[in-house]
């Protein structure tokens, strides 16, 4: 599959350390508003939008890790980027193992907001991707989105809680379908012995998506991570306890 022209921006100090920002499938750039404030003081922050996100296109089809690896390696280089650091949130941080792995000199820091190094085959990935394509992303925001956020929050926040299902929305079936298909059954386990990045893992206490076990065992299979735990928040820690999550990525990404 042909190499997609992902929508970017860059916020910050321009002559400062890089630091890569990757979404969850279904999220815009916008899902890492919180974390803009506190990063953009000491790091030049580089943000995308995934294929059928924003104003990326999105091939037919289906995706492979490869591919979306492929695009981001294609921007690296349009920039000349060289050292940078990499965050992702949920199944987004597969896509930021990929990278480390496959630019291991590279890549001088990783972050994950929520992660996993594998995705059980018998996941809601597919039949989502299914519905999606059939029936556009209306048919799938709510069993998509209900994990992103506890009750509480919904109940506190409900315009944030709005905002981000209008956001997913938005986004082309196909490209929230092709991601689907790219991290359904995908196990990386054996691909983390090549990542060499000092990690810091956050595992989110209330994720029905991806518990707590998830991050433990990714955190246990890479071979520099240091795992922190955050208690108040389903699967956007990031969004629902920004405060905490701030404090730990500033304190892992800039030294």
């Known amino acids: 599959m042909a190499v997609v022209a992902l929508h970017y921006r860059f916020d910050g100090p321009r002559h400062a350390p890089v630091v890569l920002l990757l979404a969850p499938p279904g999220a815009k750039w916008t899902v890492w508003e919180p974390q803009m404030p506190e990063l953009t003081r ?20 289906d995706y492979s890790m490869d591919d979306l690896g492929a695009d981001l390696l294609a921007l690296l280089d349009e920039f ?16 930021a193992t990929w990278l480390a792995a496959a630019r291991p000199r590279s890549v001088v820091r990783l972050g994950y907001v929520v992660g996993t190094a594998a995705v059980p085959p018998s996941g809601p ?30 109940e506190y926040r409900p315009d944030v809680v709005k905002r981000l299902a209008e956001e997913f929305t938005g986004v082309a079936a196909a490209g929230f379908a092709g991601w689907c298909a790219a991290v359904a059954g995908l196990d990386q386990r054996r691909l983390l012995a090549q990542v060499s990045a000092p990690a810091l893992v956050v595992a989110s206490a209330h994720d029905p998506l991806l518990p707590p076990g998830r991050s433990r065992g990714l955190a246990r299979g890479l071979p520099s ?3 922190e735990s955050v208690s108040g928040a389903a699967h956007l820690a990031g969004i629902e306890r920004a405060d905490r999550v701030n404090e730990l990525l500033t304190e892992h990404l800039v030294y």
């Open 42 to 61: 000491e790091l030049r922050v580089l943000r995308v939008n995934h294929r059928g996100h924003g104003r990326s296109p999105a091939p037919d089809g």
């Open 125 to 154: 990935w597919r039949g989502m991707a299914g519905r999606a394509r059939a029936s556009g992303m209306a048919a799938v925001v709510d069993e998509a989105t209900r994990c992103w956020f506890t009750p509480g929050f919904a």
């Open 225 to 227: 991570a240091r795992l």
């Open 80 to 95: 000349g980027l060289e050292r940078l650091s990499v965050v992702g949130a949920g199944v987004g941080g597969m896509l």
